[in-house]
C-alpha cells in the first residue's frame, strides 16, 4: 500500500451518512453501472436518468444491508462497501463497493474487501459472494487477487414492453 492509505480509517456507517454514501455510489459508478447500461440504450426509464434510479435502488441496499463499511480520510468519506447476510446457508454478499476516484489506485478498495472479509468471518459465516460486470475489469482483478473464483456468468437483458 502506499502513503496516505493508513491515514484512512474502516469503520462502521453512522445514519447521518447515508446520503453521502448514495453519492459517492453515483460517482464511482458513472461508467460501470446497469442503470447507466440500461438509459444509454433505451433513454430515460419513466422519465428518471440513470443517476436517480442508481440513487433509489443504492438507497434500499444500503438501508436493508446488514453491514455498511466506510473509508474515512480527514473527515471525509472515500470509500463505501455492503454486506447482506445470507445466514441460512452461510453466505456474505459484498454488493456495494465504490471508492471516490481521487483515492483510488492506493489499495483502499483492497482494505475494504479485507475488511468485509474478516467481518464475515467473525460473524460466523463461511462463504464470500460479489460480483463485477464485465465493463469493470478493475474490480474483478481486485477480486480475483483475493481469492474469489468466477462461477458463472449472468446475461443482464432488458427490453421495452
Known amino acids: 500500500m502506499t502513503s496516505g492509505n493508513d491515514e484512512i480509517e474502516i469503520r462502521q456507517m ?5 446520503e453521502t454514501v448514495v453519492q459517492l455510489v453515483l460517482d464511482t459508478f ?4 446497469v442503470a447507466k447500461n440500461i438509459t ?24 436493508g444491508s446488514d453491514v455498511v463499511l466506510v473509508g474515512e480520510s480527514g473527515g471525509e468519506v472515500v470509500a463505501m462497501l455492503t ?28 482494505r475494504m474487501v479485507r475488511e468485509a472479509l474478516a467481518r464475515m468471518k467473525s460473524d460466523g459465516l463461511k462463504y464470500a459472494r460479489i460480483e463485477a460486470l464485465d465493463q469493470n ?9 483475493e481469492g474469489f473464483e468466477e462461477i458463472g456468468l449472468q446475461h443482464l437483458l432488458f427490453r421495452a414492453l
Open 14 to 18: 453512522r445514519p447521518d451518512e447515508q
Open 30 to 33: 458513472a461508467e460501470v453501472s
Open 40 to 63: 444509454d440504450r433505451f433513454g430515460s426509464i419513466n422519465g428518471r436518468t440513470w443517476q436517480e434510479m442508481k440513487t433509489k435502488t443504492t438507497g434500499e441496499d444500503v438501508a
Open 83 to 110: 454486506i447482506t447476510y445470507e445466514r441460512s446457508n452461510s453466505v456474505g454478499h459484498i454488493v456495494h463497493l465504490a471508492v471516490a476516484r481521487s483515492t483510488q489506485g492506493r489499495g483502499l478498495g483492497r
Open 137 to 145: 475489469p478493475r474490480a474483478r482483478s481486485l477480486y480475483e487477487s
